[in-house]
């Protein structure tokens, strides 16, 4: 399983970026349990930033409520992160991950980041 990113990059306090994920090598759209985003800034641990459900539920961290929407196309495993007003505090790397499969054949798989930079 393969995840790679796109959408990264500099953007002014306030304006806005879209981060997509792909995954390949998923032999069924249905093993996905969830796909989505986490963040880490320097010198901060990896936070949960969004998730979206198997079952469509949607989870945010609070900071990026009603700024951040997660939304996913299943026929191309693309899930994708539009972020909107967007802070400097939300400078960080954004790494996709998808939990697939069951039992003992669950994973987590991870994608390799893409910098994110708001400049106030």
């Known amino acids: 399983v393969q995840l790679v990113e796109s959408g990264g990059g500099l953007v002014q306090a306030g304006g806005s970026l879209r981060l997509s994920c792909t995954a390949s090598?998923?032999?069924?759209?249905?093993?996905?349990?969830?796909m989505g985003w986490y963040r880490q800034a320097p010198g901060k641990e990896r936070e949960l930033v969004a998730i979206l459900t198997r079952g469509g539920s949607t989870n945010y961290v609070d900071s990026v409520k009603g700024r951040f929407t997660i939304s996913r196309d299943n026929a191309k495993s693309t899930v994708t992160l539009q972020m909107n007003s967007l802070k400097p505090e939300d400078t960080a790397v954004y790494y996709c991950?998808?939990?697939?499969?069951?039992?003992?054949?669950?994973?987590?798989?991870w994608g390799q980041g893409t910098q994110v930079t708001v400049s106030s």
């Open positions: 090598g998923i032999m069924f759209s249905f093993s996905i349990n969830g």
């Open positions: 991950y998808a939990d697939v499969g069951m039992g003992n054949s669950r994973n987590t798989y």
